[in-house]
């Protein structure tokens, strides 16, 4: 890859890590991201743990659900394995269990999230939807994320140190617009509702080209944005470094196929924070405004103590 990424670069490296190798029966390997910083990005460890446990199922079945909890935050720079338990396979439905664990310095191996999956043969149903996609304005009339970051970066200047700046400014393969304001852009309380288009910065196309990746990636971009809609009502950032915080659990459900790679909106809203922590929801729409996934994500959320 060279030192000015194209987009297709991007993703192809996105692609490559959430492809996980199998080393053994019902165990698999997912690759670190590259020039990764600090900790391993939630999405990604729930998207290669869904990979995993995707890989596991072979007849015609599809991902409709997976619940996990984060226990420890996986470090950059180092595989992570994946050890599948088969818990059910039946005719229309199966179940698997996936524990994903990282290697210690002292050569011991730690848990770091739990995920269970449920998967589904596809079958006709009665159909009802009575959640519209948000009339909110299309990402052809936004400006790109990254954008708004550089613009944010420069006029921040020196109270962003290095790590802070590599992380507003890597190039990333998730194309994000955002509809409402960051909201590490503004101090100011507001409603704990959000907004944002995103896909993959390019097509994706050839033999990877599945339903199983497309879940995979929208497992992964479910992670962006979500915990900071709770503390949008509080005025406070974990850029600025106002707040502590790490997510606790994750769910999805999967409504329908969608494409990672066409414009999806991601509409967000937080109905609850307290006790530390802050509950979020969130609903993606596609360009049709049909309901393709829904999401629930509980985060420790803490006002960072000067000390």
């Known amino acids: 890859m060279t ?21 053994a029966a019902d165990i698999y390997t997912g690759p670190p991201q590259t020039d990764g910083i600090g900790r391993v990005f939630g999405g990604q460890v729930l998207a290669q743990a869904l990979q995993a446990a995707q890989a596991s199922v072979t007849d015609g079945k599809r ?11 996986g470090r950059e720079g180092s595989p992570i394995e994946y050890r599948i338990e088969r818990d059910f396979d039946g005719r229309s439905f199966a179940n698997r269990r996936v524990v994903a664990s990282q290697q210690n310095d002292d050569g ?13 043969l596809p079958e006709d149903g009665l159909e009802h939807i009575d959640s519209p996609m948000p009339d909110v304005a299309r990402p052809d009339d936004l400006r790109p994320d990254i954008e708004m970051r550089r613009e944010i970066a420069e006029s921040w200047g020196d109270k962003l140190n290095e790590v802070q700046r ?9 194309e994000m617009r955002t509809i409402d304001r960051l909201h590490w852009m503004s101090s100011e309380p507001r409603a704990p509702r959000a907004h944002s288009w995103f896909r993959v910065a ?25 915990l900071g809609t709770s503390a949008l009502p ?12 790490a ?42 405004g049909e309901l393709v996934a829904s999401v629930a994500q509980e985060g420790m959320m803490r006002k960072r103590v000067a000390r």
């Open 3 to 23: 030192d000015t990424p194209t987009n297709a670069d991007l993703v192809a490296d996105l692609i490559r890590l959430l492809t996980v190798e199998q080393r």
């Open 63 to 73: 991902a409709h659900s997976l619940h996990a909890y984060f226990l420890r935050g």
């Open 108 to 120: 011991t191996s730690s848990p770091i999230l739990n995920l269970t999956a449920s998967f589904q």
């Open 166 to 174: 590599r992380l507003m400014l890597r190039p990333r393969a998730i």
């Open 202 to 226: 390019a097509p994706i196309a050839g033999a990877v080209d599945t339903p199983d990746l497309h879940r995979a990636i929208i497992t992964y971009a479910s992670d962006y944005t979500l």
């Open 234 to 245: 509080h005025g406070l950032s974990w850029m600025r470094g106002e707040l502590v915080g």
């Open 247 to 288: 997510s606790l659990d994750h769910a999805i459900w999967f409504h329908r196929d969608a494409r990672a790679d066409e414009w999806l909106l991601y509409a967000t809203d937080a109905p609850w924070s307290g006790g530390g922590r802050g509950f979020n929801r969130g609903r993606i729409f596609n360009l049709a």
